[in-house]
């Protein structure tokens, strides 16, 4: 049974059927003229190639999709009914509610695409964004064949991996941090036993021996939430190889930081306007898992802790790419110092680029 509120308050009630909703279904229930406009033919079940996969609607006559990696509007209309009716369809497998007292819900749905809704009174209109994943990219010669990587530093990056090194990926909304973190994870050696940890499934990783995991809201009565730092803890009790948190926004930190001190390696992504401020911020969060967690154990353990920081970002033209590319050497003062690997913006190509002697060793 999936319970949604609707705009005036009212419950409505779907009984969800038994086998599993693709996101193909259920936009082949909408009007005809959606689909087309949006991911093609009605008879194709693939996304229209100039469609990177978003659909997100800001309200009844304001639907939008991104092409090229840069959002346009389409034109179409929809109502009230036929937006909550997407919801209520997309919702019917993946265990989550919407309502009142849980205006916000993230979902993965069975064929790996993100729901993401928020109601009112929280927006003034249903907000529904739809994020789809029509090219999977598991290896690091793949973004090198995009032309989002240099190879030289593919190499750099897929040593590092296979050395065991642990790795942050930083960058904006949509720069490719999801994307470029399960590339990096693709050169993992067939051995290693990973274990993820997610608000929402994202990642897709073909490996031999994975362990994926994702936080649960509470049940209508306040119980049973599970939080992205209670997955962080059990992780430690799988006997981890690696361990991956899909984002890192909150006190899950200071978790994770104490993971990678104890030896373990591990990769994660976060949220920064460059690699340097990515370090800056990750010396932040954890100072939010409560009063008696010092600056000064923070710094030098986050120092310690990452081997490289990979800085990804979204061109104008919609084009993805890794800007930088840094590798943490020490504090100094409040600051956590660095040097740089590899920088997108010098005309130097990565080969030529000194790279520090760890680097090099790996």
Same mark, same amino acid.
């Given at each position: 049974m999936v319970r949604i509120a609707s705009s005036s308050g009212v419950w409505s009630e779907v009984r969800g059927k038994s086998a599993e909703v693709?996101?193909?279904?259920?936009?082949?229930?909408?009007?005809?003229?959606?689909?087309?406009?949006?991911?093609?033919?009605?008879?194709?079940?693939?996304?229209?190639?100039?469609?990177?996969?978003?659909?997100?609607?800001?309200?009844?006559?304001?639907?939008?999709? /991104?092409?090229?990696?840069?959002?346009?509007?389409?034109?179409?209309?929809?109502?009230?009914?036929?937006?909550?009716?997407?919801?209520?369809?997309?919702?019917?497998?993946?265990?989550?509610?919407?309502?009142?007292?849980?205006?916000?819900?993230?979902?993965?749905?069975?064929?790996?695409?993100?729901?993401?809704?928020?109601?009112?009174?929280?927006?003034?209109?249903?907000?529904?964004?739809?994020?789809?994943?029509?090219?999977?990219?598991?290896?690091?010669?793949?973004?090198?064949?995009?032309?989002?990587?240099?190879?030289?530093?593919a190499e750099v990056l897929r040593a590092a991996v296979r050395a065991g090194r642990s790795i942050?990926?930083?960058?904006?909304?949509?720069?490719?941090?999801?994307?470029?973190? /399960?590339?990096?994870?693709?050169?993992s050696a067939p051995s290693d036993r990973i274990v993820t940890v997610e608000e929402t499934f994202e990642l897709a990783i073909e490996a031999r021996d994975v362990v994926a995991m994702q936080c649960r809201q509470p049940s209508l009565e306040g119980t049973g939430e599970v939080t992205l730092r209670r997955l962080v803890k059990e992780a430690l009790r799988m006997r981890p190889d690696r361990i991956v948190v899909g984002e890192v926004r909150d006190a899950e930190a200071l978790d994770l930081l104490l993971a990678l001190n104890a030896g373990l390696p591990g990769m994660c992504t976060l949220h920064a306007n460059s690699a340097r401020d990515a370090?800056?911020?990750?010396?932040?969060?954890?100072?939010?898992?409560?009063?008696?967690?010092?600056?000064?154990?923070?710094?030098?353990?986050?120092?310690?802790?990452?081997?490289?920081?990979?800085?990804?970002?979204?061109?104008?033209?919609?084009?993805?790419?890794?800007?930088?590319?840094?590798?943490p050497t020490g504090v100094v003062g409040s600051t956590i110092t660095a040097r740089t690997v590899y920088d997108a913006a010098d005309a130097v190509p990565a080969a030529a680029v000194p790279l520090p002697e760890r680097a090099v060793a790996w």
């Amino acid at each position: 049974m999936v319970r949604i509120a609707s705009s005036s308050g009212v419950w409505s009630e779907v009984r969800g059927k038994s086998a599993e909703v693709s996101l193909e279904y259920v936009i082949a229930q909408l009007p005809p003229s959606v689909e087309a406009r949006v991911y093609g033919p009605h008879n194709t079940p693939q996304p229209h190639p100039t469609t990177n996969g978003e659909f997100w609607v800001n309200g009844v006559d304001k639907v939008f999709a /991104a092409r090229h990696g840069v959002s346009e509007a389409t034109g179409i209309r929809l109502s009230q009914i036929e937006i909550r009716d997407l919801v209520e369809r997309m919702l019917q497998t993946s265990g989550r509610r919407v309502d009142l007292s849980s205006p916000f819900v993230d979902a993965s749905l069975p064929d790996g695409s993100r729901l993401h809704v928020t109601i009112p009174d929280i927006t003034r209109e249903w907000s529904v964004n739809i994020r789809r994943f029509p090219q999977r990219i598991r290896s690091l010669q793949r973004l090198v064949e995009l032309g989002s990587l240099d190879a030289a530093l593919a190499e750099v990056l897929r040593a590092a991996v296979r050395a065991g090194r642990s790795i942050l990926v930083t960058g904006a909304t949509q720069a490719g941090k999801t994307t470029t973190l /399960a590339a990096l994870l693709g050169e993992s050696a067939p051995s290693d036993r990973i274990v993820t940890v997610e608000e929402t499934f994202e990642l897709a990783i073909e490996a031999r021996d994975v362990v994926a995991m994702q936080c649960r809201q509470p049940s209508l009565e306040g119980t049973g939430e599970v939080t992205l730092r209670r997955l962080v803890k059990e992780a430690l009790r799988m006997r981890p190889d690696r361990i991956v948190v899909g984002e890192v926004r909150d006190a899950e930190a200071l978790d994770l930081l104490l993971a990678l001190n104890a030896g373990l390696p591990g990769m994660c992504t976060l949220h920064a306007n460059s690699a340097r401020d990515a370090l800056a911020k990750l010396c932040t969060l954890p100072l939010l898992a409560g009063r008696n967690i010092d600056a000064g154990f923070i710094l030098p353990t986050v120092a310690a802790s990452l081997d490289l920081v990979v800085h990804c970002e979204l061109l104008p033209d919609g084009r993805r790419r890794i800007r930088e590319v840094i590798e943490p050497t020490g504090v100094v003062g409040s600051t956590i110092t660095a040097r740089t690997v590899y920088d997108a913006a010098d005309a130097v190509p990565a080969a030529a680029v000194p790279l520090p002697e760890r680097a090099v060793a790996w």
